[in-house]
């Protein structure tokens, strides 16, 4: 592995005071080396104030506390911007309810030093999903649903485990990202293909949240059907 790199991992909570000690601690387990950036939004189970004592041992760990709950899609623009400020090389984002598996951070490394975007994908050969019954047949369907309307090359859309080599992302932000809420995450890729930005896929094993509540409110879906119809209108007429 190329330790010359400057890595960031990245990580949005609310309310996940059961999982963040151990997401943190993994985090440096299998990358020594990388800073941790949290974005809490004043989680009313105080999460932030376990960061702030974690804060006190670990100096490359930092914490950005916002007012209220402002959602996931402006929490990782703030991500990308503060890599971008802080000149680390690598941003690799991950969800902090211990869904993504810290050990496989080192692989998201390795292949970043040859591809510029990076996502782990649970439905490509090696990929797992431990989702059960109808969230799984939703999400398996629910990804399909999207290659094959959108025509982008991906067999996953809506996992927030990523890496992004900040310096080759050519003419790629990710505060062109216009959809909101959890469609951020699928029109990531929408502005990546229109970037002309390859998608690597790398088989992640993704576990269910054991502790704290799911916040993906219902409707949702129903946006990311709508937000589909749009970018796919726009990728092809426009
Ligand atoms: N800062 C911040 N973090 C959020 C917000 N909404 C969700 N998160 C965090 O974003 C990550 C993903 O949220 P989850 O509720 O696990 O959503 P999900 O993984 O799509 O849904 P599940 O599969 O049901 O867990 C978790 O780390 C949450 O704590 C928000 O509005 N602000
Ligand atoms: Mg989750």
């Given amino acids: 592995m190329n330790n010359n790199k400057r890595i960031l991992v990245f990580s949005a909570t609310y309310n996940e005071i059961g999982n963040i000690r151990e997401l943190i601690n993994n985090i440096q387990k299998y990358l020594p080396s990388a800073s941790i950036l949290i974005v809490d939004d004043n989680s009313p189970d105080k999460t932030h104030e376990v960061i702030k004592e974690l804060k006190k041992e670990k100096k490359n760990l930092f914490l950005i506390q916002r007012e209220r709950k402002l959602g996931l899609d402006s929490a990782h623009k703030i991500a990308f911007n503060f890599a971008k400020e802080n000149s680390f090389d690598y941003l690799i984002t991950m969800d902090a309810d211990l869904s993504h598996n810290p050990k496989e951070l080192p692989e998201f490394v390795k292949n970043l030093e040859k ?3 990076v996502i782990g994908s649970r439905y490509i050969p090696g990929g797992k999903c431990s989702m059960k019954g109808i969230r799984l047949i939703m999400s398996k369907l629910g990804n399909k649903m999207i290659k094959s309307v959108s025509g982008i090359k991906s067999s996953e859309f809506t996992t927030s485990y990523r890496g992004f080599d900040i310096n080759n992302l050519k003419n790629f932000d990710l505060a062109n990202v216009k959809t909101k809420g ?13 970037s002309n930005i390859e998608i690597k896929e790398i088989p ?4 269910d949240r054991t502790k704290g509540v799911s916040k993906i409110p219902k409707a949702e879906i129903l946006r990311t059907l709508k937000n589909l119809i749009y970018l796919t209108f726009i ?3 426009l």
């Fill in 235 to 237: 990728k092809k007429f």
């Fill in 182 to 194: 959890y469609s951020f995450f699928m029109g990531t890729l929408f502005e990546l293909e229109k």
């Fill in 115 to 117: 591809s510029a975007f």
């Fill in 204 to 207: 992640i094993t993704f576990y």
